[in-house]
């Protein structure tokens, strides 16, 4: 039988373009996502949370872990990946590329013979290749309605 595990990071605090907020953007996506193909969820977080919780010294903070290749340790494992044959991860662009605790993820896991399909949140720059699937992070928090008909756009298309 088919399983299917959505995978993501996201921060709360300041973000671009929609201020304070409790609960990720990516997180949001995420869990329509898993909802639309009765996936289980797993957020990668960081052992020792160190991210700035407001934008500005975020960004600083981030792109200082890019130019280290930094691969941050990450909490918990996902004992069954083995049970999974589709995996979907999903995370906020950082720097036009992936935040670090996500390569930390991808270098933990033998996915090779899963099938991946990878979405992003982004404020500009989505650029996703392949199939990936890249939405407005601004979007993903305030509009839930466009956000789940351009998840169902996507999921048709896979
Ligand atoms: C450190 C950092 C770097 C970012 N770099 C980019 C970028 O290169 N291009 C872009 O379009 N958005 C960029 N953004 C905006 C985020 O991708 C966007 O706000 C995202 O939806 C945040 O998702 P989250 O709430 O799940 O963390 C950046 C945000 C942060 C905090």
Not at 105 to 113: K, P, R
Request: proline share 4%.
């Amino acid at each position: 039988m088919s399983k299917t595990l959505v995978v993501y990071f996201s921060r709360t605090g300041e973000q671009y373009s929609v201020g304070e907020i409790t609960e990720g953007n990516t997180k949001k996506l995420a869990e329509v996502i898993a909802k639309k193909t009765s996936g289980d969820l797993f957020e990668i977080k960081v052992v020792e949370d160190n991210y700035p919780n407001k934008y500005t010294p975020l960004i600083q903070f981030a792109k200082k872990e890019k130019q280290e290749n930094a691969r941050p340790a990450i909490v918990g494992t996902v004992r069954n990946i083995d049970e999974y044959d589709t995996i979907f991860i999903g995370y906020p662009n950082w720097w036009a590329d992936m935040p670090m605790p996500v390569y930390t993820f991808l270098d933990n896991y033998d996915l090779s013979n899963k099938t991946v399909h990878h979405f992003c949140t982004h404020e500009g720059s989505g650029g996703v290749r392949h199939d990936g699937f890249a939405l407005y992070g601004h979007i993903a928090q305030n509009s839930p309605f466009e956000m789940e008909k351009k998840v169902d756009e996507w999921l048709k298309r896979l």
